[in-house]
């Protein structure tokens, strides 16, 4: 077994030892006349912890190890430290290099910039900042689980191989078991009989579909799981491989729908400062000022709301501001996102109500038939960041609106089954958890708040 305490638990004071062993890496080291210094990490917080080593317990040659990346093992005695910048050190009486690094460790700097720190993905986490979202992306995740458990729903799993592109945008990447490079065709089509699913399948962009049997037969039921798309945009906001949180509720409409994301965000948000302060003033300070700012709106501020509809005619009368001109019947495209959240509500904005020409077939259509009951969650800064509708429980509109889509109606035949069989009004919404962390770091670009990011061309 390993003994040792953690930094956290000594910056803390919750260590109470006179003696402790720690261990960790080297973010900074330094060698005076009588004592030389190291400054080390061990991810267990953002703190660091001072070691002090005096010249005449070791040899120079010891010393020679304290580089910075270096992995090192000590045992000392905690003290009081006399200087401003910590208030307790450790006095080294053992060292030990279990790691030693080689001259180009890479982040050797104070400072390095977070694009430099995207080439090195298996490094970056020992930094200040990482480590920061790391944690705080551990704390979100449970503060999610904490809050459906509180309110009465059941976590499930849904499966990542589907058959159905469920936003049927044709952004799903196929799976298969045949190699590309030799695959069987029959009649100059694809022979899916000797795939492995004998099928044309996909991995998943929302669990969804799979959830509404759940939510009809359970009640209320959340997925929060990895979803995939081979999505064209390629911005700052977009990655192939993200993960989303998607309740679904059964005997909810689309107000009650609302109603429960925003008490769901302001109570993880409330949730993630509270357990998270070191990081959030250390993100304040290195990367948006505002940060604090953004807790402060979202948990104490109602959000806005408006009509798709409405919202098309103040973007109309503000048209001179953009550079594509709004209609009724474009998609809210980001600089019409920018003005309704941070010009006009200056706050998140509930977008309801859009056209049913541009929304999936699943979404209940309104009375009189031009548009659906369904909503966006825009913020301001990072934009779309909920996704949610009410669902069409009626089998006929259901039926007419899946055709007109052109789906293949037979791989969707026991969706259909639900609205024959003990039908219910039900709504759902799908929460991107990487674009809401963005957000409650202020981290700007969403490849720095995955560990591993994958996005167009990029497997880092
Ligand atoms: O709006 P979307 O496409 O909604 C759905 O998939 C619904 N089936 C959800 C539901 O009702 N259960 O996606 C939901 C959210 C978006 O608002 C956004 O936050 C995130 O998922 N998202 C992405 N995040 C990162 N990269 C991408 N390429 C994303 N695409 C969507
Ligand atoms: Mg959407």
Known sequence: MI????????????????????????????MGKNVAFA???????SS?????????????DELSGLSTGACIKVSGKLIDSPGAEQSREVNAEH?????????????????????????????????NTFGAVLRMSHHLSLAIHRFFDENGFFYIHAPFITTSDAEGAGEAFQVTSMPLDSINFKDGEVDYSKDYFKKKVFLTVSAQLEAEPLALAIGKVYTFGPTFRADPSDTRFH?????????????????????????????????????CPDEIAF?????????????????????SRITYTDAMDLLKRNAGLFDKSPEWGMNIFAEYEKFLTEEYFKSPVFVTDYPVEIM????????????????????????????????????????KRAQ???????????????????????????????????????IENIRDVIPFPRSKGKMT
């Not at 679904?248 to 993630?272: C, P, Q, S, T, Y």
């Not at 800064?381 to 009626?394: A, D, F, H, L, N």
Request: proline fraction near 4%; aromatic fraction near 12%; include cysteine.
């Open 95 to 127: 060292l030990e290099v279990i790691g030693p690094v080689e001259d180009d460790y890479p982040l050797q700097k104070k400072r390095h910039s977070i694009e430099f720190l995207r080439t090195i993905p298996h490094l970056r986490p020992r930094t």
């Open 283 to 303: 993100l304040t300070q290195f990367y948006e000022i505002g940060l604090k700012n953004r807790y402060r709106m979202l948990i104490e501020s109602d959000f």
């Open 48 to 60: 660091i912890l001072q070691i002090v080593f005096n010249r005449d317990r070791f040899s120079d």
């Open 39 to 45: 400054s080390i990490n061990d991810g267990s917080s």
């Open 404 to 442: 007109k889509s052109g789906i293949d109606m037979d791989d969707y035949s026991w969706y259909f089954d639900l609205r024959k069989w003990g039908s219910a009004p039900h709504s759902g919404f799908g929460l991107g958890f990487e674009r809401l962390l963005m957000y409650l770091t202020g």
């Open 360 to 399: 999936p077939f699943y979404m209940r259509l309104n009375d009189g038939g031009k548009t659906v009951a369904c909503t966006d969650l825009l913020f301001p800064e990072v934009g779309e960041i909920v996704g949610g509708s009410q669902r069409e429980e009626r089998l006929g509109v259901l039926l």
């Open 239 to 275: 990655t192939a491989e993200f993960w989303m949180i998607e309740p679904e509720m059964v005997f909810f409409d689309l107000d009650d729908d609302i109603a429960l994301i925003e008490r769901f965000i302001k109570n993880i948000a409330g949730n993630l400062q509270e357990r």
């Open 3 to 30: 003994e040792r305490s953690t930094i956290q638990s000594i910056v803390s004071g919750e260590c109470q030892d006179e003696n402790v062993t720690v261990y960790g890496w080297i973010r900074t080291a330094r």
